[in-house]
């Protein structure tokens, strides 16, 4: 069997007075599982101190030219940059890069999200987000035909091409954009159909593990895998916890930097976590940089306007986890391991109640979570649907 053969990519970022050098690693380690998983093999980070991008670059003239050095003699296939970069440094850094694909996280993120769609709806909120992406970027699809701008009588050809493509983009834009509104009406209405039963909705970072608890508590297969955005359509289940049934939805994850307009686009999606009635947060709490990652979904929450309701924080992977303070002793083995009662003591528990540990992979602990997610779930449930409960 022919082994796959992935596009060599070379990542860049910036380090700025917002981005410093401390956080860019765990930045770039992001992007390059981007890469990862949108197929591709990264062979070689660059790195500049700057104190904001070259408008014209985004590096500077100098490091461009190390970066194009070393993609020609290593035969990079593609250049991604941390940031979304704009139409005029995407012209500019494909003249200087000839041969060679400069992508943008955005553009990345986007890829991902094509590869991953499977239903008609998914897919339609995808090609949205993508040629809302493009339009304003098309004149660098046309640098074949810089050759006959210019002087009189020359503005034709390129030029009217461009109009026309644009024309072509902003009513397909048009159309997709009245096909999701049908989507969306239909969406509500089967939400609205669903009964009186509480609902809860999954909500994290992507890769934090949420699939795999949703396949936990609803006792379903549910596709779960170690890459970012597996799951993009949402997936919605009927779960029962001791006497009270109640309907757990798991939507797409969500990431730093996640584009504007795929949050427009997945309206209908993440309608299921505005209209939710509490919020199950999933953290990994082995990341070293989860706190941020807390913060980036808490961001995202107040975005859709979802933060008004009920949340329980569960810090999920507690398996993998190892305290730093253990570290700094030099402890081995177990000793870096923190119990579920060493866990409860920590300021993560304290500033963040009603919070719980798991590990749903190991399935650990699981039955407190399903504890405090009843005690909750059933006093909703008697204030918004009294009479509806089964004894």
Same mark, same amino acid.
């Not at 694909?101 to 990345?108: A, E, H, N, P």
């Given at each position: 069997m022919?082994?796959?053969?992935?596009?060599?990519?070379?990542?860049v970022?910036?380090?700025?007075?917002?981005?410093?050098?401390?956080?860019?690693?765990?930045?770039?380690d992001?992007?390059?599982?981007?890469?990862?998983?949108?197929?591709?093999?990264?062979?070689?980070?660059?790195?500049?101190?700057?104190?904001?991008?070259?408008?014209?670059?985004?590096?500077?003239?100098?490091?461009?030219?190390?970066?194009?050095?070393?993609?020609?003699?290593?035969?990079?296939?593609?250049?991604?940059?941390?940031?979304?970069?704009?139409?005029?440094?995407?012209?500019?850094?494909?003249?200087?890069?000839?041969g060679?694909?400069?992508?943008?996280?955005?553009?990345?993120i986007?890829?991902i999200?094509?590869?991953?769609?499977?239903?008609?709806?998914?897919?339609t909120?995808?090609?949205?987000?993508?040629?809302?992406y493009?339009?304003?970027?098309?004149?660098?699809?046309?640098?074949?035909?810089?050759?006959?701008?210019?002087?009189?009588?020359?503005?034709?050809?390129g030029?009217?091409?461009?109009?026309?493509?644009?024309?072509?983009?902003?009513?397909?834009?048009?159309?997709?954009?009245?096909?999701?509104r049908?989507?969306?009406?239909?969406?509500?209405?089967?939400?609205?159909?669903?009964g009186?039963?509480?609902?809860?909705?999954?909500?994290?970072?992507?890769?934090?593990?949420?699939?795999?608890?949703?396949?936990l508590?609803s006792k379903?297969?549910?596709?779960?895998?170690?890459?970012l955005?597996?799951?993009l359509?949402?997936?919605?289940?009927?779960?029962?916890?001791?006497?009270?049934?109640? *309907?757990?939805?798991?939507?797409?994850? $969500? =990431?730093?930097?996640?584009?504007?307009?795929? /949050? #427009?686009?997945? @309206?209908?999606? !993440?309608?299921?976590?505005?209209?939710?009635?509490i919020?199950?947060?999933v953290v990994?709490?082995?990341?070293?940089?989860?706190?941020?990652?807390?913060?980036v979904?808490?961001?995202?929450?107040?975005?859709?306007q979802?933060l008004?309701k009920?949340?329980?924080?569960?810090?999920?992977?507690?398996?993998?986890?190892e305290?730093?303070?253990?570290?700094?002793?030099?402890?081995?083995?177990?000793?870096?391991?923190?119990?579920?009662?060493?866990?409860?003591?920590?300021?993560?528990? *304290?500033?963040?109640?009603?919070?719980? $540990? =798991?590990?749903?992979?190991?399935?650990?602990? /699981? #039955?407190?979570? @399903?504890?405090? !997610?009843?005690?909750?779930?059933?006093?909703?449930?008697?204030?918004?649907?009294?009479?509806?409960?089964?004894?």
């Open positions: 022919e082994t796959p053969k992935f596009e060599k990519a070379v990542l970022g910036l380090i700025m007075p917002n981005q410093p050098e401390s956080r860019l690693k765990e930045y770039l992001e992007l390059e599982f981007l890469v990862m998983t949108a197929g591709g093999e990264t062979i070689k980070r660059f790195v500049q101190k700057v104190d904001r991008p070259n408008t014209a670059t985004f590096v500077g003239k100098g490091k461009a030219e190390e970066i194009g050095e070393y993609v020609k003699a290593a035969e990079a296939d593609m250049i991604v940059f941390d940031d979304e970069l704009t139409p005029t440094q995407v012209k500019n850094l494909e003249r200087m890069f000839e060679v694909k400069v992508l943008d996280r955005t553009t990345l986007l890829d999200f094509a590869s991953r769609a499977q239903t008609a709806h998914a897919k909120q995808v090609q949205l987000a993508q040629l809302q493009l339009l304003p970027r098309l004149t660098r699809m046309w640098t074949h035909l810089e050759r006959q701008k210019g002087g009189i009588g020359m503005r034709g050809p030029e009217s091409q461009i109009e026309s493509d644009r024309r072509a983009i902003q009513h397909t834009i048009s159309l997709l954009r009245d096909k999701l049908t989507i969306d009406r239909v969406m509500a209405t089967q939400r609205k159909s669903r009186n039963m509480v609902r809860v909705a999954l909500v994290g970072y992507t890769n934090v593990g949420k699939s795999t608890i949703m396949r508590l379903s297969e549910v596709y779960a895998d170690n890459k955005f597996a799951t359509d949402t997936t919605v289940r009927k779960v029962t916890i001791e006497n009270l049934p109640f *309907l757990l939805s798991d939507t797409v994850g $969500f =990431i730093r930097k996640l584009p504007t307009r795929l /949050i #427009e686009s997945f @309206k209908s999606t !993440l309608d299921e976590v505005r209209e939710a009635d919020l199950l947060h990994d709490i082995s990341h070293p940089n989860y706190e941020e990652q807390i913060n979904v808490k961001k995202t929450l107040d975005d859709i979802a008004d009920p949340v329980i924080l569960v810090f999920n992977k507690i398996d993998a986890y305290n730093e303070a253990a570290n700094d002793y030099e402890l081995e083995g177990e000793n870096q391991k923190m119990s579920l009662t060493e866990l409860k003591k920590t300021y993560m528990a *304290l500033e963040n109640s009603p919070c719980v $540990f =798991i590990s749903a992979i190991e399935k650990d602990n /699981i #039955e407190e979570l @399903k504890t405090m !997610l009843y005690d909750i779930a059933i006093k909703i449930q008697k204030e918004k649907y009294p009479g509806e409960l089964l004894y």
